[in-house]
Structures are given as structure tokens and as C-alpha cells.
């Protein structure tokens, strides 16, 4: 069973909104809330890239691609990850991965396609 279970890619129109929801299933609380999480995607003949990231302790960091329409956020509660992602872009097509770091290991998502027409 995957440690990080993803949901929410699609196909949309340039201008649309699409969240993404990263569940870690098999964290518990204390080694989930000081992880820092992220999203990485990767575009066709291209290398993977961070997208996002957020700590444990609320800071965020942002590809300036994405700066002013992406939202990283988390529950720890629930242990996930969330990218709000608003007036998308054909360039943001791509495979989008979460990650999460913990002190001792790093866990990657599946992976799902977000898709933006133009």
C-alpha cells in the first residue's frame, strides 16, 4: 500500500481551477506535522521540477511560474496535502507529484496528470 495516495487531476481549459489532495495513509500525526510536503511535476521531455512546498512550522516556497494562482496547504489532522491551482495555464500540463520529508525518509505520490487546453 502507497504511502501517498493522490487524487484530483483532470483535463481543463486554460483559466479553470483544479484542487489536488494528497492522503498520507499510513503516517501518523507526529511524524506527519513537522514533515515538509510539496508537489513536483513533470512535463513531457522535461525534468521534474518543485512546484511548491510547505514546512512543518508554515513556510512556503513557490516555483515563480505559479506565483499568485497556486495554493499549497495542509492538514495534518487528515495528513494532506492540498495544491490549489487557479487560472491554469497550457504549460502547467504536466504529471504532478507530492512528496513528503520526514526527518528520516522521503515519500512520493503516484503521480496525476493535470491537463490544460488551450
Known amino acids: 500500500q502507497r504511502q501517498l495516495v493522490e487524487s484530483g487531476g483532470g483535463l481543463v481549459q486554460a483559466g479553470e481551477s483544479l484542487k489536488l489532495s494528497c492522503k498520507a495513509t499510513?503516517?501518523?500525526?507526529?511524524?506527519?506535522?513537522?514533515?515538509?510536503v510539496g508537489w513536483y511535476r513533470q512535463a513531457p521531455g522535461k525534468q521534474r521540477e518543485l512546484v511548491a512546498s510547505?514546512?512543518?512550522?508554515?513556510?512556503?516556497n513557490y516555483t515563480d511560474s505559479v506565483k499568485g494562482r497556486f495554493t499549497i496547504s495542509r492538514d495534518n489532522g487528515q495528513r494532506r496535502v492540498h495544491l490549489q491551482m487557479n487560472d491554469l495555464k497550457p504549460e502547467d500540463t504536466a504529471v504532478y507529484y507530492c512528496?513528503?520529508?520526514?526527518?528520516?525518509?522521503?515519500?512520493w505520490g503516484q503521480g496525476t496528470q493535470v491537463t490544460v487546453s488551450s
Open positions: 510547505l514546512s512543518g512550522i508554515g513556510r512556503t
Open positions: 499510513r503516517m501518523i500525526l507526529s511524524t506527519f506535522s513537522p514533515s515538509t
Open positions: 512528496t513528503v520529508a520526514t526527518i528520516r525518509d522521503e515519500y
